[in-house]
């Protein structure tokens, strides 16, 4: 992914939405060894919120905010889990709709299950989900953007920049 660059350029340490424009490309069935996928249930509403709860700090989710947010309908929100072991949650990634558009959100891996793919798979899957929904195209929104993430997201297809989308 080292070559890309978008037009325009994408600026840093801010909220930014990035699309994909496409989904029908998207693989049709995304797995990561060891780490079944599922939609997310009731039992695994306080691993979500401790995940949430490291990987951004500056929020607050609490068990209840995520219930709503899994149960909808408020933000027509499905959300989905990567498992290890005795059904600890190793990642989450949540779809719903945003700017009109399919969007894929609140994605992150439990720091102890990090660099192993985990948010990868949770990623693709969930633009399957919003593919076999009948979106024909997702966003992600980073905030703040950062090189890294912005590389995430580019690498997973997101990789048209929208200033116009905030
Ligand atoms: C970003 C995050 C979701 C990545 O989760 P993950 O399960 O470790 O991601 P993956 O293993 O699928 O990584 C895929 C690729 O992304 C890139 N990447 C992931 N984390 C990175 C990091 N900290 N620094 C640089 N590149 C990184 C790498 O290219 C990686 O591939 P590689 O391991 O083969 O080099 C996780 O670090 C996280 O939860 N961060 C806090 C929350 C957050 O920022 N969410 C994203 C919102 S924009």
Redesign the pocket.
């Known amino acids: 992914?080292g070559l890309w660059s978008p037009t325009p350029p994408i600026p840093l340490g801010q909220r930014v939405t990035l699309v994909r424009n496409s989904l029908e490309d998207c693989p049709r069935d995304p797995r990561i060894p060891g780490f079944p996928i599922f939609t997310a249930l009731e039992k695994d509403l306080k691993g979500i919120s401790s995940?949430l709860n490291?990987?951004?700090p500056d929020r607050a989710f609490s068990a209840e905010a995520v219930r709503k947010s899994i149960i909808g309908p408020a933000y027509a929100f499905c959300t989905f889990v990567a498992l290890d072991v005795g059904g600890v949650v190793a990642?989450t990634a949540s779809a719903r709709r945003r700017y009109g558009i399919g969007e894929v959100a609140?994605?992150?891996?439990?720091?102890d299950?990090?660099?192993?793919?985990?948010?990868?798979?949770?990623?693709q899957f969930t633009v399957n989900y919003l593919r076999e929904s009948g979106f024909t195209e997702a966003c992600?929104?980073?905030?703040p953007?950062t090189s890294?993430?912005i590389?995430?997201?580019a690498?997973l297809g997101f990789d048209h920049y929208r200033p116009d989308l905030k």
């Open positions: 992914m995940i490291q990987s951004f990642g609140w994605v992150a891996t439990h720091p299950y990090r660099r192993r793919g985990i948010a990868t798979a949770l990623v992600a929104v980073l905030g953007s890294e993430s590389a995430f997201w690498a």
